[in-house]
């Protein structure tokens, strides 16, 4: 009986013409145990969901020869088996879509699960006009946004230069723009023209990813992060991209290029008083809004707010086609190249300066300090005022003169003073528990560490020298129209504040 069942295999086979197997086999795929179907339509050069193995079956028939000349009275049977064979050899988990803008033509590229579309060319929604603006009412328009957002220029030709790098370590923006500036009204720029999508960064939680639709960012090459508050892990994750599952929907992975953080609030992770982490300062690049106006305040903007929008989007639009296709008529490698270049000097100019190791130290220098002033804190009777933190630290610190500390257990000394510190100085402070040694400037081996005739196992501080250790402070320029910028920290002696080169 199995030798007959594959005998009758062996003849399907054979009346099957194995090169349109092949070509159909490179456009009909299967997700979600064969319950989704996708197809790329060799016409339209774009992937389609089907909705049946009917309708599926219908546009094999009208595409592809499968069946052989002289067969086709076993047609039905002979796509049965095709299809079978077909859910086994095209079963993907994962759709991910992307655009190539040095591409002339779509193409399928897979892997064990994941299905790749690649579509060609730089893609932008058509810009319908509407109005007829007259030239010098328009460029009234942009300058007036341009007084108003300094960095205008210089942040779109950033935007355009993230989406044709490949690397895009440094492809984050924080902004903070306070109340009144229009941050939704910016956004909404980049939404209306498809190039940006803005979210909530609760949406980016594992929990929430399920609301947000892929087909939302196919062709957006900025996404905003409305509401930010601190840089969580999430956004480390998503450099180059994310797995979206939405309900009743493909899983896809959506590229990501360009993320910008919006807050009105300034963001723990950048204005906290444990400073900013270096793995963050090799990121992030901040473009602080705090003194700006408040939009509708400008009288061109309440004159004609619907005026004013149109003549933004329609100036964003031609930057970003000129831009583009200045970098796919340098060809990938030139472009590549010189987007690298604007993401570097965009960088440069907004990078925040990494602090956290010297705040934290600032911080357990101050309280080791308290503990060792409440230390000698004695009345008459051989008490000192009560204080649980530094209760807790004395079991954890023998003081052996004005200036050392003995620090029996390193690490629970480190806990007791960042849990009394606040908790977002807590949260940032805890990731640097494996780096007391930057931190305290000796190293974190446990020695035999004799004082007032007693032998203790710890590790020997000397406070005195990280207080004169050199600090970082902030500089700024006056620009010729009188505005101050900051332009970032230069490294001083503590005691005698001189510039240090």
Same mark, same amino acid.
């Given at each position: 009986?199995a ?60 595409n ?50 994941k ?33 108003h957002?300094p ?18 370590r ?21 939404e ?122 329609? /100036?964003?639009h ?34 925040v ?27 008459? /009777? ?25 620090a029996?257990?390193p ?20 990731f ?50 009188g ?19």
């Open positions: 009986m030798e007959k069942k594959q005998t009758d295999k062996v003849k399907i086979d054979d009346k099957i013409d194995r090169s349109e197997y092949d070509r159909l086999k490179s456009h009909v795929f299967f997700f979600k145990n064969a319950k989704e179907i996708v197809i790329f339509d060799p016409v339209s050069r774009e992937t389609k969901s089907l909705p049946s193995e009917k309708k599926l079956k219908l546009w094999i028939s009208k592809f020869k499968i069946v052989l000349p002289g067969f086709e009275e076993d047609y039905d049977k002979i796509i049965e088996h095709v299809l079978l064979r077909l859910t086994i050899e095209n079963q993907f988990t994962v759709l991910s879509y992307e655009r190539d803008p040095f591409a002339t033509e779509a193409r399928i590229m897979r892997d064990d699960h299905l790749h579309y690649i579509a060609p060319g730089f893609y932008m929604k058509p810009f319908i006009k509407k109005f007829e603006i007259p030239r010098e009412e328009a460029q009234a328009i942009l300058d007036d946004y341009r007084d957002f960095q205008f220029d210089e942040f779109l030709k950033w935007l355009i230069a993230v989406r044709f790098t490949t690397n895009r440094t492809s984050y923006t924080y902004m903070r723009i306070p109340a009144g500036f229009g941050k939704s009204f910016l956004a909404s720029l980049f209306d023209l498809g190039v940006g999508r803005k979210i909530n960064q609760n949406q980016l939680k594992p929990n929430s990813a399920g609301d947000l639709s892929p087909a939302d960012f196919r062709n957006a090459f900025i996404l905003m992060i409305d509401e930010f508050t601190h840089f969580a892990q999430e956004l480390k994750d998503i450099t180059h991209g994310m797995y979206l599952s939405p309900k009743y929907q493909l899983s896809e992975y959506v590229p990501l290029y360009a993320k910008v953080f919006m807050s009105a609030e300034k963001s723990t992770s950048f204005f906290g008083d444990a400073g900013v982490d270096a793995q963050l300062a090799e990121r992030v690049a901040i473009i602080d809004l705090g003194n700006a106006g408040r939009l509708e305040d400008r009288p061109l903007y309440k004159e004609n707010t619907l005026k004013y929008a149109y003549v933004l989007k329609l /100036y964003i031609h930057f970003f086609k000129k831009e583009a296709k200045k970098y796919v008529e340098m060809g990938e490698l030139a472009a590549n190249k010189a987007a690298n270049d604007v993401l570097d000097a965009h960088h440069r100019r907004y990078r300066e990494a602090d956290t190791i010297e705040k934290i130290r600032e911080k357990c220098i101050e309280t080791l300090r308290e503990f060792m002033a409440w230390h000698e804190d004695i009345d008459s /009777y051989g008490n000192r005022p009560r204080n649980t933190v530094f209760e807790r630290l004395e079991n954890e610190v023998v003081v052996k003169n004005e200036d050392e500390i003995i029996k257990n690490v629970k000394m480190y806990e007791i003073i960042i849990s009394e510190a606040g908790e977002q100085f807590r949260k940032t402070a805890r640097k528990q494996t780096a007391l040694d930057e931190i305290f400037k000796v190293p974190m081996d446990r020695k035999p560490q004799r004082h007032a005739g007693k032998v203790f196992r710890g590790v020997l501080i000397n406070l005195a020298k990280l207080e004169k250790l050199p600090k970082k402070i902030p500089f700024a320029i006056e620009a010729p129209d505005k101050v910028e900051l332009k970032g920290e230069v490294l001083v002696d503590a005691e005698t504040g001189q510039e240090l080169f």
